[in-house]
């Protein structure tokens, strides 16, 4: 009996690690894209802790901490996912435009918030309220005219 547990222990330690091989495996061609969402997801989570509890006074909350870990775990999803489907469908074009796209979505919100965390932490900063000025106003037209809500030169 001791040899079949030991056995199957064995099967389960080889089972394991192919799986673990395979996960990473399919991850390392999105590596730059998990990383500057790793990054930003990281700053941002600082910046949220520290406005909350020096400006709005609150204390640290797991429901908000996990909310945030929830989502970062679903753009790491979303972005395997349109990997894989590019990759399954041998089109790299639409691969490497959705990770990108996707990406840059996901950092333009994180890079926003970071800025309006950091109106907050020192609101007599010029620089940083004349970035998220910017950027905010930049980036709302840029999309309305990514997407067809207003014409070129009007």
């Known amino acids: 009996m001791d040899e079949l547990i030991t056995h199957i222990c064995n099967l389960m330690k080889g089972l394991v690690s192919f799986v673990i091989t395979g996960l990473v495996s399919a991850f390392l061609p999105l590596e730059d894209a998990l990383f500057i969402l790793f990054t930003g997801f990281t700053i941002n989570f600082i910046t949220g802790f520290v406005t909350d509890i020096r400006v709005n006074k609150k204390e640290f909350n797991i429901k908000k901490a996990f909310d945030a870990v929830l989502q970062i775990g679903y753009f790491f999803g979303l972005i395997f996912f349109i990997s894989a489907t590019g990759t ?4 790299s074009v ?21 800025l309006k965390n950091g109106k907050q932490l020192w609101p007599g900063n010029i620089a940083i309220s004349l970035l998220y000025d ?3 106003l930049q980036g709302v037209g840029y999309f ?3 997407f067809g809500l207003k014409k070129e030169g009007k």
Request: charged share 10%; aromatic share 12%.
């Open 144 to 146: 309305i005219k990514l």
């Open 94 to 114: 639409f691969t490497t435009v959705g990770v990108k796209w996707s990406t840059v979505i996901v950092t333009l919100y994180y890079i926003l918030n970071i």
């Open 134 to 136: 910017i950027l905010s």
């Open 88 to 91: 399954n469908l041998h089109d």
